[in-house]
């Protein structure tokens, strides 16, 4: 499943509403949700994210290795992935509130990150409107099909998504040529904003 254009808003609106509801330093759930709708990660690529990779080796790009990336075969290079400035936002008033190395520090174990965000996706589900008891309500896979199709929608040809959705490349070539150049990354930077512009006026609508 995914979210329809007419869904984003009234999902969107719970998220965000969740999160500002939600008591100090606790709401890093709901941050990582958006980070998810805002970018197309994987859920563990996501709860999992640490400051270190946030601030990496390329300035305004988060920076996963090798160990940390699931494309169902072994890689030997590291992803970069745009911050576009609404996910800087949100990892800005993250900082605020770390005490660990983890940008999404479990609540309930410090120094751990979040592990499930299962209770918080049905708070938004429900709070949402959408879905109905027998109907199949968004998961964290749901909102990186989403992302997908805002992408082509917006226009992103397929190796630029699967740069930017972190999928397996055709080769080690299409890996470097991926990220690496800065000219390469100028544009994954601009094509990330396009979709993240989007994705914030569906999410904002009525």
């Known amino acids: 499943g995914r979210l329809d254009r007419g869904q984003h808003g009234p999902w969107y609106q719970a998220l965000t509403s ?11 759930v709901y941050a990582a949700l958006a980070i998810m709708y805002l970018s197309g990660m994987r ?14 080796e390329h300035d305004g790009f988060i920076t996963l290795q090798p160990e940390r990336i699931k494309t169902g075969n072994k890689r030997p290079f590291p992803w970069h992935r745009p ?21 999404f520090e479990s609540w309930h174990k410090r120094g751990t990150p979040i592990k499930e965000p299962r209770k918080a996706f049905a ?25 997908a199709s ?9 190796f630029t998504i699967r740069a930017l959705m972190n999928h397996s490349l055709s080769s080690v070539t299409d890996g470097y040529v991926g990220t690496d150049s800065i000219e390469r990354r100028e544009q994954l930077m601009a094509a990330a904003i396009t979709v993240e512009n989007y994705l914030l006026e569906q999410g904002c609508a009525a």
């Open 18 to 28: 969740s999160h500002k509801e939600t008591a100090y330093g606790l709401g890093g």
């Open 43 to 56: 859920k563990g690529e996501a709860l999992g994210l640490t400051w270190d990779e946030v601030d990496g």
């Open 83 to 103: 911050i576009t400035p609404e996910v800087r936002k949100i990892l800005d008033e993250q900082r605020r509130f770390s005490t660990s190395d983890f940008v």
């Open 123 to 147: 708070v938004v589900n429900k709070r949402s409107g959408l879905f109905k008891v027998n109907s199949k309500p968004i998961s964290s896979h749901d909102l990186r099909r989403t992302w």
């Open 150 to 158: 805002a992408a082509e929608f917006c226009g992103l040809n397929g």
